[in-house]
C-alpha cells in the first residue's frame, strides 16, 4: 500500500532510535502499534458494513426478481388461463358475426334463357352417311 522496502524502515528506524532514544523506542513502538490496530480494525469494519450493504442491495434485486416470477406464475393458474380462453373467445365472437347458411334459390326457367343466351353457339357435328355410288 505504502510501498516501503526494508532499507527504507531500516533508515526510519535508525532516525526513530536517534530521535526519541533507546530508553522510550519500546514505549512508542507500542503506542504506534496500538494506532495501527485500530486503524486496521477501523478499516476492516468500514469493509464489513460495504460487504453487507452489497448483499443487502443484491437480496432487493433477487427478491424483486422472485416478484415478478410470483406475480407472473400467478396471472397462469388455470382458472385465469380459462377466463382468459373465455375473453378472448367472447371478443372474437363480437368482431366476427355469426354466418347464417342461407339455400339457394332453385333455378327458374329465366335463369336457363339467360345462361343459354350468354352461352356461346355450339355446332354439332352431322353423321357422315355413306355414298352409296362408292360401293
Given at each position: 500500500m505504502f510501498d516501503i522496502g526494508w532499507s527504507e524502515l531500516v533508515v526510519i528506524?535508525?532516525?526513530?532510535?536517534?530521535a526519541i532514544g533507546p530508553k522510550e523506542l519500546p514505549g512508542v513502538?507500542?503506542?504506534?502499534?496500538?494506532?495501527?490496530?485500530?486503524?486496521?480494525?477501523m478499516a476492516s469494519?468500514?469493509?464489513?458494513?460495504?460487504?453487507?450493504?452489497?448483499?443487502?442491495a443484491e437480496m432487493a434485486d433477487?427478491?424483486?426478481?422472485?416478484?415478478?416470477?410470483?406475480a407472473a406464475a400467478k396471472d397462469?393458474?388455470?382458472t385465469n388461463l380459462l377466463t382468459s380462453l373465455n375473453k378472448d373467445?367472447?371478443?372474437a365472437m363480437k368482431i366476427d358475426p355469426?354466418?347464417?347458411p342461407t339455400t339457394p334459390?332453385?333455378?327458374?326457367?329465366?335463369?336457363?334463357?339467360?345462361?343459354?343466351a350468354h352461352a356461346p353457339a355450339v355446332e354439332t357435328p352431322t353423321p357422315a352417311v355413306p355414298d352409296a355410288k362408292a360401293s
Open positions: 528506524g535508525v532516525v526513530a532510535l536517534i513502538l507500542r503506542t504506534v502499534g496500538q494506532w495501527m490496530g485500530k486503524a486496521r480494525r469494519e468500514f469493509q464489513g458494513q460495504f460487504n453487507e450493504a452489497m448483499r443487502e433477487i427478491k424483486k426478481t422472485f416478484d415478478d416470477a410470483s397462469l393458474s388455470p373467445v367472447e371478443d355469426p354466418v347464417t334459390e332453385p333455378p327458374t326457367a329465366a335463369t336457363f334463357a339467360e345462361a343459354e
